[in-house]
């Protein structure tokens, strides 16, 4: 089975730019999390979508992040303008359970570094 | 809102030794999972624990879900260099679909 797959695996950008990342979950999986990792941190949900509708977005920076899901399969996160505190590795990560109790796991791809210069 | 809290931040241990790693959250969860993340890599998913009181064991690495379903920990029996990672709690919340993970234990050890 293919593995959730990101790119690009890495980025460097000057803050102010603008940035995309772009994720393909595990066929069939209805959930599809965007997490943002800094260095020494826990991953951080940003965004989870479930099929294509929003599920969670409260810990998206909106003024400048924005996520979408179209056809409920890929997705993409773009950052807009890009500031220093976002440097980090971006995980994107699928699940095929919709949430509850027993939400089965989720997989996570290789992640985009990005760094903003 | 929500927090989960790990304990220690690091641990080196020798080969051979034992290590534990603890889990605190701020509020009742209705499961709880536990991931592996290797230097350079991205966070594996190892166990997911449901019911209250819940232990699980994979071969070295016993899971325990507290009774109030607040707590949880991971001990690993005779550490090996290949157990060499972070591993990461992950406490959903009783709504069901919101996944908070901790800041994670670093594990080294010595051969």
């Known amino acids: 089975e293919a593995g959730v797959a990101q790119s690009p695996r890495y980025k460097i950008i000057e803050k102010r730019q603008s940035v995309a990342f772009w994720c393909n979950p595990i066929?069939?999986?209805?959930?599809l999390y965007w997490y943002q990792q800094i260095l020494g941190q826990g991953p951080k949900l940003l965004i989870q979508?479930?099929?294509?509708?929003?599920?969670?977005d409260s810990q998206l920076p909106k003024d400048r992040f924005s996520a979408e899901r179209l056809k409920g399969v890929d997705s993409t996160l773009k950052i807009q303008p890009a500031k220093l505190e976002d440097s980090a590795v971006y995980l994107c990560?699928?699940?095929?359970?919709?949430?509850?109790?027993?939400?089965?796991?989720?997989?996570f791809g290789q992640g985009t570094r990005l760094t903003v210069v | 809102g929500q927090q989960v809290m790990q304990i220690p931040q690091y641990q080196h241990v020798q080969e051979g030794e034992d290590f534990t790693t603890y889990c605190n959250s701020s509020?009742?969860?209705?499961?709880i999972q536990w991931y592996k993340q290797r230097p350079g890599g991205h966070p594996v998913f190892l166990i997911q624990?449901?019911?209250?009181?819940e232990v699980k064991k994979q071969k070295r690495l016993t899971f325990q879900f507290g009774e109030a379903k607040k707590n949880s920990s991971l001990h690993i029996t005779a550490t090996q260099t290949t157990d060499v990672g972070t591993y990461f709690c992950?406490?959903?919340?009783?709504?069901?679909?919101?996944?908070?993970f901790g800041a994670g234990t670093r594990l080294f050890v010595k051969a």
């Open positions: 990560a699928s699940s095929p359970g919709t949430g509850g109790a027993w939400s089965t796991e989720a997989f």
């Open positions: 066929s069939g999986h209805a959930t």
């Open positions: 979508f479930q099929n294509n509708g929003v599920v969670d």
């Open positions: 509020t009742t969860l209705s499961n």
């Open positions: 624990l449901v019911k209250s009181g």
């Open positions: 992950a406490g959903r919340d009783t709504g069901g679909f919101k996944t908070i």
